[in-house]
């Protein structure tokens, strides 16, 4: 059974960073791609970032430039480092695996998300 679990949310100031972290269970990070997606209340998911099992990765326009994926020493864990955070990055951040690997934004299973807010 995947579960996907995320923690690391919390406040913080524009311009600020913040983790995430996501453990990952029912399968291995050696075989399938893992990474994160962001939703505003109301509005349509975000595709943000992804590690293929390959080490490969893929961010969204938005983010490019500011927020890393990488995986932990533990290796069911996957971590967003968040740099240089906006306004508009609030939202609720899930940790998700893809149905196509990270060639399109195509989200399989996903946690509970952990709310970002950044604040001016």
């Known amino acids: 059974q995947v579960q996907l679990v995320e923690s690391g949310g919390g406040l913080a100031q524009s311009g600020g960073s913040l983790r995430l972290s996501c453990t990952a269970s029912?399968?291995?990070?050696?075989?399938?791609?893992i990474g994160w997606f962001r939703q505003v209340p109301g509005k349509g998911r975000e595709g943000i970032a992804c590690?293929?099992?390959?080490?490969?990765?893929r961010y969204g326009d938005s983010v490019k430039g500011r927020f890393m994926i990488s995986r932990g020493n533990a290796k069911n864990t996957v971590y967003l480092q968040m740099n240089k955070l906006k306004p508009e990055d609030t939202a609720i951040y899930y940790c998700?695996?893809?149905?196509?690997?990270?060639?399109?934004?195509?989200?399989?299973?996903w946690g509970q998300g952990t709310q970002v807010s950044v604040s001016t």
């Open positions: 998700t695996t893809f149905s196509n690997g990270c060639y399109e934004w195509s989200f399989d299973y």
């Open positions: 590690r293929g099992p390959d080490g490969g990765r």
């Open positions: 029912g399968f291995s990070l050696d075989y399938y791609s």
